[in-house]
């Protein structure tokens, strides 16, 4: 099956600090999302970007699937942005293939 | 409804006992995803279904899990037997068709086995 990979792992920043979290996977993928994981354990989707860059406020994603990664990019970190951050993937008709995550802690 | 809803939010039970958890997917949302996540792991798939038909169960870990979607709208996931294995967060998703278009969350059921 198709491997995700997330990195970093975790990721400490200072509020207003930017940081590139990055998604590889191992095969031709339909569909990639982003998804941050609250405090509580829902799961937001931010990003659906199966090719190409898309923009919302401070977040920013851009994938290139010839390459097969992903990059989710946080601009002037809140301390509301805490929480897990996800990259999962699919092919046509099957499930999200979910990365490990990571984790990101923002202190002010 | 405006998303997906799960019933309930906890669940606690007794190792042997058999649970049911509810999702109410998007209305008009025709596939239907069920994913299991332990502590400190990303979700992992357990079965799909499109309408009323299961079209992949390849991720339910054993025979003590089954899931239904009769009438192509709400759907049930139950676990007979509990084992303290099982105890995870129970996610559903749907999404409007199913072939590779975007996936919303439900808030999840967290299953605790004792």
């Known amino acids: 099956g198709i491997q995700v990979e997330q990195s970093p792992p975790d990721l400490i920043l200072q509020e207003g600090a930017n940081s590139t979290l990055r998604c590889n996977f191992s095969?031709?993928?339909?569909?990639l999302q982003w998804f941050h994981q609250n405090p509580w354990g829902q799961l937001i989707n931010l990003f659906y970007i199966p090719s190409g860059t898309k923009q919302n406020g401070r977040l920013s994603a851009t994938t290139v699937a010839t390459e097969r990664y992903s990059l989710l990019y946080i601009s002037s970190s809140q301390t509301t942005d805490s929480g897990v951050y996800f990259c999962a993937v699919r092919k046509a008709g099957t499930a999200l293939i979910f990365g490990k995550g990571t984790t990101l802690s923002v202190s002010s | 409804g405006a998303g997906v809803s799960q019933s309930p939010r906890y669940k606690v039970a007794k190792r042997g006992q058999d649970v049911a958890l509810r999702c109410d997917p998007i209305s008009g949302h025709v596939s239907l995803f069920w994913y299991q996540q332990a502590l400190g792991q990303g979700p992992e798939f357990l079965t799909y279904?499109?309408?009323?038909?299961?079209?992949?169960k390849s991720g339910l870990p054993s025979d003590r899990f089954f899931a239904e979607r009769p009438e192509g709208s709400v759907s049930t996931l139950k676990i007979q037997r509990t084992q303290q294995e099982d105890s995870a967060v129970y996610l559903c998703a749907s999404s409007l068709t199913g072939a590779i278009d975007e996936q919303f969350f439900g808030p999840g059921t967290r299953l605790t086995v004792l």
């Open positions: 279904f499109q309408n009323e038909a299961q079209l992949d």
């Open positions: 095969d031709s993928v339909n569909n």
